[in-house]
């Protein structure tokens, strides 16, 4: 079968290698497709992602697809079933675990590369996704499932005033989340005009430059700000545009080595909440029954389908990255 490894100082290849055989409880998954997650781009320019990156490796953890053959253990499934999977896979017995915090496993590690024709996860990975769901819009479980965990940090309550920084995949959905609180006003901040248009076609209340977006922020008491950039200037600016007791999600993934900085004394006359969200514990399944509700927007977000040949490319200039989400087209079934 084909991989699509990470070789190392911006290196990719996509290489043949032996199909994986269903172990224990092992669900093996004819890949359909795979979204490119920002974290694979850092990879691929030689930072981290949710874990430390020894390459080779294979990229992809956003994936959906077709059983093909189960482990003899294997309960849930069987040939034909219909999934998708959660990448993160955690003991259950270690401390974190027991603490019921998966996300800080200490044995975690990923289980569904997919930029490869065939995965192989245990079956605790896998997700049934219904017939009516699209396995392309099924795709965006992990990640959708990240900005769930997002707002359950965060809390939201109705009729709120909410700033979003970023309309790349993340923030598009994590909008959409936003929206189904039955928010006040959503203000959206966005250099792209294009990405503009579509917050404010999936229902923003209003969608503004950076330089704009300070003289709308002090006529109005602002009670949540999400960064999904990950820039430390629209870090500071999000912390600096928050309102008087207001919650502030640092979403978006930085540069490891770069640093935020904010006025401690402003931050404390509002006394402000800051919160990060790591990975997506215990939401994969809310992710999976939104998709299929029809509610969540996917087809609006993604900017190209291209073959596991082609990402290399995609990697090196992240061209369709930068308009939206790039799928990898591996079987390509719907
Ligand atoms: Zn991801
Ligand atoms: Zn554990």
């Known amino acids: 079968m084909r991989a699509g490894y990470y070789m ?84 259950g017995k270690c401390i974190w675990c027991q603490k019921g915090l998966p996300n800080f496993c200490i044995h975690r590690h990923g289980v569904a590369k997919g930029f490869s024709d065939f995965v192989c996860p245990p079956e605790s990975n896998v997700y049934h996704v219904a017939d009516s769901l699209d396995l392309e819009a099924a795709a965006f479980a992990e990640p959708l499932s990240c900005a769930i965990h997002g707002m359950d940090l965060l809390d939201m309550r109705s009729g709120s005033t909410v700033v979003l920084f970023g309309m790349g995949a993340m923030g598009s959905l994590m909008l959409q989340l936003v929206l189904a609180t039955s928010p ?20 923003a209340t209003h969608a503004v430059d950076d330089d704009a977006i300070e003289g709308l922020c002090s006529s109005r008491n602002i009670d949540y700000v999400i960064e999904c950039i990950g820039l430390g200037t629209t870090m500071e600016q999000a912390i600096h545009v928050a309102g008087k007791s207001s919650k502030v999600l640092l979403f978006g993934l930085g540069n490891p080595e770069s640093r935020v900085s904010f006025n401690q004394f402003e931050a404390y006359a509002k006394e402000l909440s800051i919160y990060t969200s790591y990975l997506n514990p215990r939401s994969t399944n809310r992710a999976i029954r939104l998709l299929e509700s029809g509610r969540i927007d996917t087809r609006s977000l993604i900017s190209a389908e291209l073959t596991l040949e082609e990402m290399g490319v995609e990697l090196a200039t992240q061209k369709n990255a930068r308009r939206g989400k790039v799928m990898v087209r591996l079987s390509g079934e719907r």
């Open 8 to 91: 190392g100082n911006l290196a990719y290849e996509v290489k043949d290698i032996p199909e994986p055989t269903p172990e224990g409880d092992q669900v093996k998954i004819r890949v359909a497709w795979c979204g490119l997650c920002g974290t694979d781009v850092h990879k691929f320019q030689g930072m981290n992602g949710a874990s430390i990156v020894i390459p080779p490796i294979i990229l992809g953890h956003e994936c959906s697809g077709v059983v093909v053959e189960v482990g003899p253990d294997c309960e849930g499934f069987k040939p034909g079933d219909r999934v998708a999977c959660d990448p993160s896979w955690s003991c």
């Open 184 to 203: 006040f006003e959503v203000i959206v901040v966005e250099k792209e005009e294009s990405k503009r248009e579509l917050a404010l076609r999936l229902g």
